[in-house]
């Protein structure tokens, strides 16, 4: 059951082109910063602050749509601004004035990120179609990752954001149809509640809890993985020839992960999820070691499929598990911890691997350590996870 099938579509469009352009700017702004001459810790703290931003404004803004039972304007505002911050970008070479549009693009980026939970209302919390979304989030990213590379070889380094400033107007043309009927949605959402009998019905000040382990499980991986996927061109590039090679590397993953999404939405279930999110945390451990011993083509493509494995395992059982506990009135609010645990533990990894860069400036030196927090996620979901009614 959903609310709108041509909202649905129109969402998850939304979802391909946005997650394209933050692919591409994630993927290669430390290349770009490279070719400005700027140093490896400071490449590393500059990319850092897109998980900084993206920390601090999701829960703000997810709790703003809350209490204003709006999402469409929010997202509206977000879809507007893009194209202006990478215009700023094209004409911007100081260090310092960049820093600052980063953390405006992680604004942008969050009040965009609204359509999740503008998506769970709209098909009323189905595993299968936020499965599919998943799936649109990935593909972006593949295709992010591919054309970038493709238009990087062809036009240089120096060119990334005229390329994301053309995605971008693509991007805003699709949300200016976006459409939301916040009343239909809640009356709807109610009598399918109580049609399906899943849930009671919450009055405004009740919330339902969600176990806080998710959360824990959510910061360590990213702390142990995160900062080294915004480095992973720079690594890459140290033993591969093309930007086309290094971006097949980096597009095929989340390629791989669309399929896995899919999948994920049908063999999940509360009896599986805590297993599934164990074993997707322990992968993203194994990863990390391989991107350190990597050195050539075919050894980064087997430890790219890992990650797609590991990513698409943890990421939908967790949310499948939020949207099964949350309702409009508190969706936004616990997507937004969510996300900020997931962006808090990136920030905080990159700055930790700044850290280890300023003690020795091998980058598989600094790495090493991180290792361990992937493994520690996992040992929180095993010890902590229960479901509330268990």
């Not at 998980?51 to 879809?79: E, H, M, T, W």
């Not at 993953?253 to 939405?265: A, E, H, S």
Request: net charge neutral.
């Amino acid at each position: 059951m959903v609310y709108s099938k041509k909202l649905t579509y129109l969402i998850l469009g939304i979802v391909l082109v946005f997650n394209s352009i933050g692919m591409a700017i994630y993927s290669y702004l430390g290349r770009y910063l490279q070719s400005l001459g700027t140093s490896e810790i400071l490449i590393q703290v500059v990319v850092s602050l897109f998980p900084l931003s993206s920390f601090v404004f999701p829960p703000i803004l997810g709790r703003l749509s809350d209490k204003y039972q709006n999402r469409r304007q929010f997202i509206l505002l977000g879809a507007l601004s893009i194209p202006l911050v990478f215009i700023l970008f094209i004409f911007i070479k100081n260090l310092i004035l960049i820093t600052f549009l980063v953390v405006l693009y992680g604004f942008c980026s969050s009040l965009l990120g609204l359509s999740f939970i503008l998506f769970q209302e709209v098909v009323f919390n189905n595993q299968t179609y936020i499965s599919y979304y998943n799936s649109m989030v990935v593909l972006g990213w593949f295709f992010g990752a591919q054309l970038c590379g493709i238009f990087l070889d062809f036009y240089g380094i120096g060119n990334l954001f005229i390329f994301l400033l053309i995605i971008s107007v693509l991007l805003l043309s699709l949300v200016i149809f976006l459409k939301e009927d916040r009343a239909l949605i809640l009356n709807e959402f109610d009598l399918h509640q109580q049609q399906s009998k899943k849930v009671h019905l919450f009055s405004d000040d009740i919330d339902i809890p969600v176990n806080p382990a998710i959360y824990y499980g959510l910061f360590f991986r990213n702390f142990g993985i995160r900062p080294i996927m915004s480095i992973l061109t720079i690594i890459m590039a140290l033993h591969l020839s093309t930007d086309s090679e290094i971006g097949f590397l980096i597009g095929i993953n989340p390629l791989i992960q669309f399929f896995l999404m899919i999948l994920m939405g049908r063999i999940i279930s509360q009896k599986n999820e805590k297993i599934i999110m164990i074993l997707g945390y322990i992968l993203s451990g194994v990863v990390v070691l391989g991107y350190i011993i990597s050195v050539d083509f075919f050894t980064y493509f087997f430890f790219q499929i890992l990650v797609s494995f590991s990513y698409s395992m943890f990421w939908s059982a967790t949310h499948f598990y939020i949207a099964q506990n949350t309702t409009p009135e508190n969706k936004g609010q616990y997507i937004g911890i969510a996300n900020s645990s997931f962006y808090l533990g990136s920030f905080l990894g990159g700055m930790f691997l700044s850290g280890m860069l300023a003690i020795n400036p091998d980058y598989y030196f600094a790495m090493i350590p991180l290792i361990s927090f992937p493994l520690l996620s996992a040992l929180i979901i095993s010890i902590k996870f229960k479901h509330n009614n268990s």
